[in-house]
């Protein structure tokens, strides 16, 4: 991967994608032992008294030339003996060659840089295993994004600019609970699979609003929906924050909270649910207000124009659903302080 600055923009991104999840996984139990050192963006060295990823300079040419391919396959746990460096001889038995001692001593420097990573608890799992262990489907690769990787991410998430965060709300006032619990949303097994895909495409901004799929259609239309059927002309240009918040879903969204949410109406509420709140009612308004943006996009794509009466209709329809699969979902909803009594027929 030395010559990913020459790959297409398109390639690059997939490669620094995988190298990061892998960065991820290996963090996971006991991977780290299994997993090699080179490429590794979990792996670092110490340079002038700071720590920098393992780099393809960090060793020179005769050692790739002499060592390039123990180099390329190398792993933490090659090099240690019951959690302790290795020794000379014992390495040399292992890679059956003779290593030089400048070369020695750079695996020493790695092993003593990145020793602590072999604290891990839990059974060790290489990537190729875990990738031949998928089945059909992808719940366990939502289960693996969910359960192990979004506690080390918060952080991050704070920083997306998505479509919901980059307009509206400054995801830095949010708790823990409301960023984690909104980025994975997607993955709960009660929602439908056709609610899930939409709730993905919405928080990672990738939604089929016109002013993009005209972007790369010019026969399209890029202006509003529900602009154009409501006769409000010139109509605006479709994007994200003007559908979800044009003068048709706003009338919809305002109507919705003042006769049925016991909170004034916030762009932050209606995205992330109650700030601070227990994470059981952060789910349960952000399934009410996801399952609302939801029937709005639907009547998009079939270009019908919403009224708050259809698609009220539509909203207890989708969680007289919900609830049949999920009662305690239906419990916390309804049993909640955040809807009003009327509200919940």
């Known amino acids: 991967m030395k010559d990913i600055v020459n790959f297409s923009k398109p390639l690059r991104d997939i490669v620094l994608s ?9 963090k996971i139990d006991k991977n780290i032992i299994a997993s090699h050192i080179f490429d590794n963006q979990t792996i670092h060295v110490k340079t002038n008294g700071s720590k ?22 190398l792993s933490l746990g090659d090099m240690c003996t019951n959690k302790e ?26 092993y003593n840089a990145n020793k602590n990573l072999l604290k891990g608890e839990g059974a060790i799992e290489t990537f190729g295993q875990l990738l031949k262990s998928f089945k059909k489907g992808s719940k366990k690769f939502r289960k693996l994004m969910q359960k192990k990787f979004h506690k080390t991410k918060i952080n991050d998430l704070r920083q997306l600019n998505t479509t919901c965060t980059k307009f509206y709300i400054n995801p830095k006032s949010l708790s823990d609970g409301n960023i984690a619990t909104y980025f994975n949303l997607w993955t709960f097994s009660t929602l439908s699979n056709e609610i899930k895909t939409f709730i ?3 928080t990672s901004n990738c939604l089929g609003v016109g002013s993009r799929v005209a972007h790369f259609n010019p026969n399209i239309d890029p202006s509003c929906t529900f602009c154009r059927k409501k006769r409000i002309l010139p109509a605006p240009l479709e994007t994200f924050e003007h559908l979800f918040f044009c003068p048709i879903t706003n ?18 509420l209606y995205f992330f649910g109650k700030n601070g709140d227990s994470r059981q009612n952060t789910i349960a308004t952000l399934v009410i207000f996801s399952l609302l943006k939801y029937i709005l996009w639907t009547k998009k794509l079939r270009t019908k124009l919403p009224t708050y009466e ?26 909640g302080d955040l809807f009003r009594q009327q509200g919940r027929s």
């Open 18 to 26: 995988l190298k990061k999840f892998l960065g991820d996984f290996y």
């Open 52 to 73: 920098t990823e393992l780099k393809y300079s960090y060793f020179d040419n005769n050692e790739w030339v002499n060592y390039g391919a123990i180099i390329k396959t």
């Open 85 to 110: 460096f290795s020794t000379k001889p014992t390495l040399e038995q292992k890679f059956n060659t003779q290593l030089n001692e400048n070369f020695y001593e750079k695996l020493r420097e790695v």
């Open 200 to 202: 993905f495409k919405m």
């Open 251 to 268: 009338e919809i969204i305002t109507k919705f909270f003042s006769e049925n949410i016991n909170e004034q109406y916030s762009h932050s």
């Open 310 to 335: 259809n698609t009220m209709d539509e909203l207890r329809y989708n969680l007289d659903i919900l609830f049949k699969t999920n009662k305690n979902l239906e419990k916390i909803i309804l049993g």
